[in-house]
């Protein structure tokens, strides 16, 4: 069974920015893709560019959505 778009937002919907405690799927995250490999990616926006938890954000999506691997980027770098 391949991975869908909509089930990778789906497993991300619980993640909270540390930051701001919204969920990230709100507004910070972009560019899902879903490969034939059934890998998926997706882009991460975050406050700033030294944002000191973007290491536990990529964690807490890790566990969200196992099969996906994200680009964590700075939003105004």
Not at 26 to 51: C, H, K, M, N, Y
């Amino acid at each position: 069974m391949s991975v869908t778009v909509e089930q990778v937002l789906a497993a991300l919907s619980g993640v909270k920015d540390p930051a701001t405690g919204r969920e990230i799927v709100a507004d910070q995250v972009s560019d899902v893709r879903v490969d034939a490999a059934g890998e998926a990616t997706f882009r991460i926006d975050l406050i700033s560019p030294g944002f000191p938890l973007r290491d536990a954000s990529r964690r807490r999506c890790a566990r969200r959505s196992p099969l996906a691997t994200s680009a964590a980027r700075s939003s105004g770098a």
